[in-house]
């Protein structure tokens, strides 16, 4: 990889980790804390939570790192098309790659999830409601939104790759 390519993935890795960071912790305090702490902690099915705080010291030893691997991985897979996607206008590129990780990262994701395609079909009826699905989602289109447009400008500053 040469000092450009190390730049833009370093760029967007650190982008992605915090837009998930920034958006979820507002999300988290306006939409979904009532998810996971409380009378009506359902996610507390299925996920780790502050509300007990033996399993929740596993969350706070992996999430930075499992985050940031996360993110690598997302701009690791995107890098082989900055040509591609520095072609198109700069809203044309962010629409790309918003609507390309939206679905596939969010929406049409394989694992079943409350907000997702594959939590309607797999999920117990508790868990999966139209207010459940519906909470998660701004929270996700949120942080697609900022990556996109994010992304799309670190590409407008990025130099064309040689192969």
Known sequence: MTKESIKFVTKT?????????????IAYQLLTKQFYVGDGSIFT???????????W?????WQFPMLFLRSLLIALVIFPFINVLQTFSFKKRALVIFSLLFVLVHLAAAAPSPGNIE?????RPEL????????????MIAQTIL??????????KQPKLTS
């Open 57 to 61: 010291t596993h969350v706070v030893q």
């Open 128 to 139: 999966m409601n139209p207010k459940t699905f519906l909470l998660v989602q701004p929270e």
């Open 147 to 156: 990556f996109a447009i994010g992304t799309a400008y670190i590409l407008s």
């Open 13 to 25: 890795t650190l982008l992605y980790a915090f837009t998930y960071l920034f958006v979820g912790a």
């Open 45 to 55: 099915m299925f996920l780790r939570s502050e509300s007990n705080q033996s399993q």
């Open 119 to 123: 939590g309607f079909v797999y999920m």
